[in-house]
């Protein structure tokens, strides 16, 4: 079974910068699209991103658009999730969720990166 890999986590104070990636063989060739979530401790698993299999859409939740940017990398099998101005409620486990064709339903999903944003 093929592997997601999410990626670029760290600490930060509020107002920085992170990149994280996810990356999983097929990707592109698969044409799979990918959802970021994110779960803070103690609470629910909150949708964050998705950008479909050519980038031709790119949706955010609220809180987060002018802030992030989701994009992909064809060659590399990798998606991106530009994350600047970084608030402490943006402190959560994050991670990514292929979808789309069949063949992007058959990954095991990764253990998400860690953001930890600071006052």
């Given at each position: 079974?093929?592997?997601?890999?999410?990626?670029?986590?760290?600490?930060?104070?509020?107002?920085?910068?992170?990149?994280?990636?996810?990356?999983?063989?097929?990707?592109?060739?698969?044409?799979?699209?990918v959802h970021w979530f994110r779960q803070a401790a103690g609470k629910q698993r909150e949708w964050v991103s998705d950008i479909n299999g050519d980038a031709s859409t790119i949706t955010y939740t609220n809180s987060v658009k002018?802030?992030?940017?989701?994009?992909?990398?064809?060659?590399?099998?990798?998606?991106?999730?530009?994350?600047?101005?970084?608030?402490?409620?943006?402190?959560?486990?994050?991670?990514?969720?292929?979808?789309?064709?069949?063949?992007?339903?058959?990954?095991?999903?990764?253990?998400?990166?860690?953001?930890?944003?600071?006052?």
């Amino acid at each position: 079974q093929l592997q997601v890999v999410e990626s670029g986590g760290g600490s930060v104070q509020a107002g920085g910068s992170l990149r994280l990636s996810c990356t999983a063989p097929g990707l592109s060739s698969n044409r799979c699209g990918v959802h970021w979530f994110r779960q803070a401790a103690g609470k629910q698993r909150e949708w964050v991103s998705d950008i479909n299999g050519d980038a031709s859409t790119i949706t955010y939740t609220n809180s987060v658009k002018g802030r992030f940017t989701n994009s992909r990398d064809k060659v590399n099998d990798t998606v991106y999730l530009q994350m600047n101005s970084l608030k402490p409620e943006d402190t959560a486990m994050y991670s990514c969720v292929p979808y789309g064709p069949p063949s992007c339903r058959n990954y095991q999903l990764g253990q998400g990166t860690q953001v930890t944003v600071s006052s």
